[in-house]
């Protein structure tokens, strides 16, 4: 038997207010910032070096537009289910009212990898930039301090720090969590405006020619001295030409991870049928356009080359510029973008595991609110786990984790709109995916070929983490699920067979 959702019950259920819910303070203008800070982070400030050196060259402008499209394909999608499910939970809701309860468990469970452990990440990068700004004023942090066991340090401190000081703002409520991430989104987004604005006079169009540099390997394909598949596995893909844009995209993909964690926050929004579709697609046009911009201008004041093992590559493009004297308001920016996007990523942890709690897979101290209706007692649980990967376990074994945890949702939210035409065809939808069936599949394809491009070990950690998920599953959740209590007892609830 499938348990799901009832999309009716979903549907009331957001219209709910009161003692017991959580509170409705966010625009549409404030689902685009929270959206905007949480996509603006490290990709812009350090993948586009990575994979401009590495990859794509100059055409690393090129990798954002076609990453932007396998994003934008996921966030359409998204933004039907978060106007029409108005509700906290995101992917886990949404698999719950179309592909049933073990599904919506798995993704549940996944999200945990992109939020959780995305958080850890950030604030372990959050926390060497921290170090250059107590040093730009002569305070200097022992290395033991600021890096993990695996990484010759103790532990990480100023990360742990930050996580802390996140989690308590959350814990204070969402409209001030959302003011101070508007003032976070603000200083970033104007520190990357006045980089375009200033470095544009300094670019040099000897460091766009060739735009898109050459790749041996395709020229051996073309003259038929090497056949595709035999270049799929050689050295040569990837390293520039239209592969390397294609792996490019790839990695600055990663840039792009948080738009979705504007879903999370749908119940919170004051209109969400307007406002969760402007929140996501808002969110990721503003993005696009930035990330389009500032490769552009990075490429031209540096060429490519010069960036390939730059650990901050934007400092090194803008020394072109003669205004050195802003690069402390570029580490200020970078540190501000790094905390917008731990805020978010914290937000949408804890609504995801608040709406499990209140559907019976997660104990209920998941879903208790404080008087400032926040689940304070989840805020708490995760600043604990996050400081804890945060300050002792090394930035490169969370990242891919977080990847393909973000692509593994994105195929199940585009899956689930397939089968909800089919299954719940006349059900008002205030926003319409465009071209279904083919802009789900696209965004299928896309995420499943980004997936098969991540290293076997992230497939492996995958594996590991679901099958703790799975058997936390079979010993609880199934047999707290409020959806299957109501089933057996024969009383109505927010569910159907």
Known sequence: MLFKKSISNLIAEAAESGEGTLKRTLSSSGLVALGVGAIIGAGLFSLTGIAAAENAGPAVTISFIVAALGCAFAGLCYAEFAAMIPVAGSAYTYSY????EFVAWIIGWDLVLEYALGAATVASSWSQYFNELLLVFGIHLPESLLHGPWEGG???????????????????????????????????????LIFIALGWSFINPLNHDPFIPANEGEQLVRTGQMGFFEFFKSDYFGHFGISGILRGAGVVFFAFIGFD????????????????????????????????????VMTGLENYTKYAGDAKPVATAFANTGYTFLNTA?????????????????????????????????????????????????????????????????VSDLGHMVSIGTLFAFVLVCIGILVLRKTNPDTPRPFRTPLVPLVPILGIVVCIIMMASLPIESWERLAIWMVLGIVFYFLYGRRHSKIRAASEHGTPHTGTL
């Open 154 to 192: 103790i532990i990480n401190i100023p990360a742990i720090v930050i996580v802390c000081l996140l989690s308590l703002l959350l814990i204070r409520g969402t409209q001030e969590s959302s003011l101070v991430n508007n003032v976070l989104v603000v200083v970033k987004v104007a520190v990357v």
């Open 97 to 100: 009212a179309t592909l049933g």
């Open 261 to 296: 964690a504007v879903s999370t926050a749908a119940q919170e929004a004051k209109n969400p049928q307007k406002g969760m579709p402007i929140g996501i697609i808002g969110s990721l046009l503003v993005c696009t356009l930035l990330y389009v911009l500032f490769s552009y």
């Open 330 to 394: 570029l580490i200020i920016a970078i540190l501000t973008g790094y905390t917008s996007v731990m805020l978010v990523m914290l937000l949408g942890q804890s609504r995801v595991f608040y709406t499990m709690s209140k559907d019976g897979l997660l104990p209920k101290l998941f879903s208790d609110l404080s008087k400032y209706q926040t689940p304070w007692k989840t805020n708490v649980i995760f600043m604990i786990f996050v400081s804890i990967f945060a300050g002792f376990v090394p």
